[in-house]
């Protein structure tokens, strides 16, 4: 299935909505219109929407679908004309589910945003099985979470295996700078994957598990439950403090070894963390923010704060301005530690030249839904992930478009 001729290459749904429109823009910036490079379209609910924010872009000459989430029948109609649904809209367990059913059983593949591991646990049980026998790759959590991680993480395990034959037994990330906005779209996501931890005991056990995205079975491994406390780094003496999208990266991570076949090792180990420099100023700075995160994390887990989190955060379809976007960056280091010799351990610095929740992360996932449309992928359907569905084509595309550079160095 899947393999025949479709109207489009790349369907954009939610692009009215505050994401969707920079996909929809970074698309039609880099490809131009449908009669060009891509073949592609923008979708929605609501058409007036959809042509204005057409319009306010400069790319009237690209079509325009209707599809509604609370319509199955919608979506199962634009899954079929299109190779790939890039989908923005979120909350994913709110509005997701029927799409990636649509596009599973259209053998159509799909990518998105989301960084909700319960719901991607669900859809996995769902359809991995089903997409496997479609065609469709589905393929989660394409932007700042988690290409970087998933990335390069990739390219430290390829180039250890290429330049000395054995996997790294350890990959560290450190996030060290970053600067961009936060958006009501991510906080809506984070609160419902919240409230329904609050409903669900299992769910709440889902979350505390490091590989909650392993395929059945295959569940298991050396690393234990992310660290909510700050630490001295052994390597280079830095602080650490939690990263909140920790726990999201490193499921993800961890689901593209047990695809890869364990290409990284049945004992492979990895992690992520803020860092801090060395010294006072840096053990003062790691421990506050520790202690942000867990109050955050405290008080979003009690329904009447919760609630007034929500109010206080922005609202979907809000985010940071073009001016916060375009000035925004980050820099990630990560260190793959050799099995045997730390002079060869491989350090890779990965930076991004947009805030990376928005300007960066519309270009991962456009590059994302491009790369499933156009690209020689060899691994056939299933619910993936960005490096075992992609790998090196992605990679390339990152490196060439979307302004995310990697520098490796040994030692």
Same mark, same amino acid.
């Given at each position: 299935m899947g393999s025949e001729a479709k109207e489009f290459d790349v369907v954009v749904w939610g692009a009215s909505g505050f994401t969707g429109r920079l996909v929809a823009e970074y698309l039609y910036q880099r490809y131009g219109a449908s009669s060009g490079e891509l073949a592609w379209a923008m979708a929605g609910r609501n058409l007036a929407k959809l042509e204005r924010v057409r319009s306010e872009i400069g790319a009237d000459e690209v079509p325009i679908v209707i599809a509604d989430s609370t319509q199955p029948e919608t979506l199962e109609a634009m899954a079929t004309r299109t190779?790939?649904? /890039? +989908?923005?809209?979120?909350?994913?367990?709110?509005?997701?589910s029927a799409l990636v059913a649509a596009c599973v059983a259209a053998g159509t593949h799909y990518c998105d945003l989301t960084g909700e591991v319960a719901w991607m646990r669900r859809m996995i049980d769902a359809h991995d099985e089903a997409a496997r026998v479609s065609g469709a790759r589905i393929v989660h959590s394409c932007?700042?979470?988690?290409?970087?991680?998933?990335?390069?993480?990739?390219?430290?395990?390829?180039?250890?295996?290429?330049?000395?034959?054995?996997?790294a037994v350890q990959v560290k990330y450190r996030m060290r700078r970053a600067r961009g906005g936060f958006s009501g779209g991510?906080?809506?996501?984070?609160?419902?994957?919240?409230?329904?931890?609050?409903?669900?005991?299992?769910?709440?056990?889902l979350l505390a598990n490091p590989y909650a995205l392993d395929p059945a079975g295959a569940r298991g491994g050396l690393d234990g439950m992310d660290s909510n406390v700050p630490h001295r780094d052994s390597d280079d003496g830095s602080w650490t403090a939690p990263f909140v999208m920790s726990m999201i990266n490193t499921?993800?991570?961890?689901?593209?070894?047990?695809?890869?076949?364990? *290409?990284?090792?049945?004992?492979? *180990?990895?992690e992520e963390a803020m860092a801090f420099a060395p010294g006072v100023v840096g /053990?003062? @700075?790691?421990?506050?923010? +520790?202690?942000g995160s867990s109050l955050f994390n405290s008080v979003a887990q009690v329904a009447v704060l919760r609630d007034l989190l929500a109010r206080l955060l922005p609202q979907p379809g809000e985010g940071p301005a073009a001016e916060m976007r375009e000035s925004g960056f980050f820099e990630i280091e990560m260190l793959a530690r050799h099995p045997e010799d730390?002079?060869?351990?491989? *350090?890779?610095?990965?930076?991004?030249?947009?805030?990376?929740?928005?300007?960066? @992360?519309?270009?991962?996932?456009?590059?994302?839904?491009? /790369?499933?449309?156009?690209?020689?992928?060899?691994?056939?359907?299933?619910?993936?992930?960005?490096?075992a569905a992609m790998g090196d084509h992605l990679l390339e595309r990152l490196a060439a478009n979307a302004g995310l550079s990697f520098e490796l160095s040994v030692g």
């Open positions: 190779r790939v649904v /890039c +989908s923005t809209v979120g909350p994913y367990a709110i509005y997701g932007g700042f979470d988690s290409v970087p991680s998933d990335m390069g993480v990739w390219l430290l395990q390829r180039e250890m295996l290429a330049r000395f034959g054995v996997p991510t906080a809506a996501s984070m609160l419902n994957m919240l409230e329904e931890a609050e409903r669900t005991p299992e769910l709440r056990e499921r993800v991570v961890r689901r593209s070894n047990a695809l890869l076949f364990y *290409r990284y090792g049945h004992d492979f *180990r990895y /053990c003062l @700075t790691a421990v506050a923010v +520790s202690i730390r002079a060869n351990n491989l *350090r890779l610095v990965l930076r991004g030249d947009r805030d990376p929740g928005y300007g960066s @992360t519309a270009k991962m996932l456009g590059e994302s839904a491009v /790369c499933l449309a156009k690209d020689p992928l060899r691994r056939e359907g299933g619910v993936l992930t960005p490096a």
